[in-house]
């Protein structure tokens, strides 16, 4: 199975620990469902979605069980790669089983996937 992640900053990491899930944005809820990524867009994600200081972080997900619930939509202007999405309401702290900070480079132009860090 393929190794999915979901981007977030280190802020919105701590607020998920405390209520046991993470909320989806406006506009996942809006759609019915919750954006995931593919390792390879990772810097892509995180050079888009957030800046060097929020500390974005990748979580590794263990979607076992929920392949049913994925689905991929087809690459658009505002998001120029294959996107996977997860057919839930929230993603459950439970399908994380590691957190990975991801490190700047070159000023935030790039990202690469840190050593994960203790779930």
Not at 10 to 38: D, K
Request: proline share 8%; with cysteine.
């Amino acid at each position: 199975m393929v190794v999915f992640y979901r981007v977030v900053t280190r802020q919105a990491w701590q607020r998920a620990q405390r209520s046991g899930y993470l909320l989806p944005s406006a506009e996942e809820r809006q759609a019915g469902w919750v954006q995931v990524n593919c390792p390879e867009d990772l810097s892509l994600v995180a050079r888009r979605d957030c800046r060097p200081e929020q500390q974005p972080l990748a979580l590794e997900l263990d979607l076992a069980g929920q392949e049913g619930r994925l689905r991929w939509l087809d690459p658009s202007p505002a998001r120029p790669w294959q996107q996977p999405v997860l057919k839930v309401a929230r993603l459950e702290l439970a399908w994380v089983r590691a957190v990975h900070p991801l490190m700047a480079e070159a000023r935030g132009a790039r990202y690469r996937l840190g050593s994960a860090e203790p779930v």
